[in-house]
């Protein structure tokens, strides 16, 4: 959901990585985040798991000029691709106005790259969000692995229709900022055609059964490792074949009165301190989801321990 904050003339949108487990959503954004032509980049916050080394929370503003006068920032949220965390998968993903769905190319991850889509338009419906109007980009990862499916291949059980599709190799970081760029492109055009993502007449569904293996596999789902950390990661290398990362971005100044912004309707501004607020509620959730990892990981241990 955009947030428009009049104090300080700003636009604030919001993109989720989704997808399996292991298949490159941190990776993805550890490559943005050391981007060097990228400033004004929050913290990176980060929880290790046993076996993933996804985010367990992602915060990464961007400054991308202005729309109808106002700047634009964009808010960059990973998921835990393990099954246990899908109290998580639904929190990140409120309130959010495009997602990169990350498929791993490999031929024996299909399957989880169905059960994760399939929790991922789930998941959106349990936010009251249309999975057919929010703005989501296919990337297609690991294109520099041997045993992969071909891109005909993915798009024949992936079935991407309208959907944008971008091959990547996310460790060297091939196609990472083609797919920012396809994903942001995407949400600005949501805006400024007010495309009204929510569904406001179908009630929420019911949580989804935890049993099913919803975008993991066996190597993938591990026990929460007790560690969290806050500063940000080392910064690697841009890769020398990058481009700009926004080149492809850039949004002209719409000529329209001010009262004609498609901001302006059904929006509500919201001050510093409601950000603050929002925030704090955040992190209150992210301590108490911790809380209750730690606690399942008790239980393994007695478990074994028998």
Known sequence: MVLINKAI??????????????????????????NP??????????????????????????????IGGQKVRVQLYTVPGQVFYDATRKLVLRG????????????????SNLDSLENLKTNLRLNRLDPDKVAIVFQYNKRDLPN?????????????????????????????????????????????????TTLHDEPELAAPDMSQRSGVTASSAGTPKLSMKSTAP????????????????????????????????????????????????????????LESAREHERKLAEKLAQ
């Open 148 to 196: 992969i499916d071909s891109v005909d291949d993915m798009n024949a059980y992936m079935k991407p229709a309208h959907i944008p599709v971008v091959e990547a190799a996310a460790k060297s970081g091939l196609g990472v900022t083609a797919t920012l760029r396809a994903a942001i492109t995407r949400i600005l055009d949501n805006l400024k055609q007010n495309v009204d």
């Open 234 to 289: 080392a910064a690697p290398p841009a890769p020398a074949v990058e481009e700009e990362p926004f080149g492809g971005v850039a949004v002209a100044e719409p000529e329209v009165a001010v009262d004609e912004s498609p901001f302006e309707a059904g929006s509500q501004s919201s001050d510093l301190e409601t950000l603050h607020a929002s925030a704090q509620q955040l992190v209150a959730t992210l301590e108490a989801a």
């Open 37 to 66: 032509k990228l400033e004004n980049k929050g913290k990176m916050i980060s929880m290790s798991t046993e076996t993933d080394r996804t985010l367990f929370f992602d915060f990464m503003p961007m400054e991308l000029g202005t």
């Open 9 to 34: 003339n700003e636009i604030t949108v919001k993109l989720v990585y989704y997808g399996p487990g292991l298949c490159g959503k941190t990776t993805n954004l550890e490559k943005i985040y050391g």
């Open 96 to 111: 959010a106005d495009g997602v990169v769905f990350v498929a791993d190319s490999q031929n024996t991850m299909r399957e």
